[in-house]
């Protein structure tokens, strides 16, 4: 894969694979006649996984300015838990059963999906990284240690995370979208 087209250095999906992306721009998406309820489901998922990381990152900061309460090795340990499960789970869905389906629909952006597929195995790396993070804090918890350096530390991997996190997503959602849109593709 072209560098320049990494997770960690691209800034949107390059122009080559944006043909149905332009066509179909997101103001217009939910509107659509093809859009549909398992489409909408799938966006919402990808709304919750940012919603959970940006949970993550607020409560570790509130953590860190001492503003956190007894909750928060509890709450890290359950949240990071199923954030890490469902992302896991969906992205081998993804690979598994939405993307065959979807990349033969359009050649044009069929290369998307070799991106998209390098994302999640770049992805699974930072998620190794996160729960590693994560433990470090709430064995330091669980001893009665001082946090606030593998506190520091999360709260830098969860803000690198989420950027990572959103350029895929909304990458993705930018080639799946637009296919529905398209083609008319029922997602199940």
């Known amino acids: 894969m ?19 992306a332009d066509k179909y721009p997101r ?4 509107g659509h006649t ?4 398992l489409t909408a489901f799938w966006l919402d998922r990808h709304l919750m996984f940012r919603k959970v990381l940006d949970k993550l990152i607020t409560e570790t900061q509130a953590h860190l300015d001492d503003r956190a309460g007894p909750r928060y090795g509890p709450e890290l340990s359950r ?3 199923f954030f890490l499960q469902e992302l896991h789970g969906h992205h081998g869905i993804e690979d598994a059963h939405y993307f065959p389906q979807f990349k ?6 069929s290369g998307a999906f070799d991106l998209l597929d390098h994302d999640h195995h770049a992805l699974d790396a930072h998620l190794h990284d996160l729960a590693q993070d994560t433990n470090a804090v709430l064995r330091a918890l669980q001893a009665g240690q001082g946090t606030h350096d593998a506190a520091g530390a999360l709260l830098a991997r969860h803000e690198a995370f989420r950027h990572f996190l959103d350029r895929h997503l909304t990458d993705e959602e930018e080639v799946i ?6 083609y008319g593709a029922d997602m199940a």
């Not at 093809?34 to 309820?37: G, K, L, V």
């Not at 979208?177 to 398209?182: A, H, I, R």
């Open 2 to 20: 072209d560098e320049k087209l990494s997770l960690d250095l691209r800034s949107g999906l390059p122009a080559h694979l944006r043909v149905l």
């Open 177 to 182: 979208v637009p296919l529905v849109l398209e």
């Open 79 to 81: 949240y990071t838990g």
């Open 27 to 30: 103001e217009m998406w939910r």
């Open 104 to 109: 033969p629909l359009d050649a044009r952006v």
């Open 34 to 37: 093809n859009f549909n309820q």
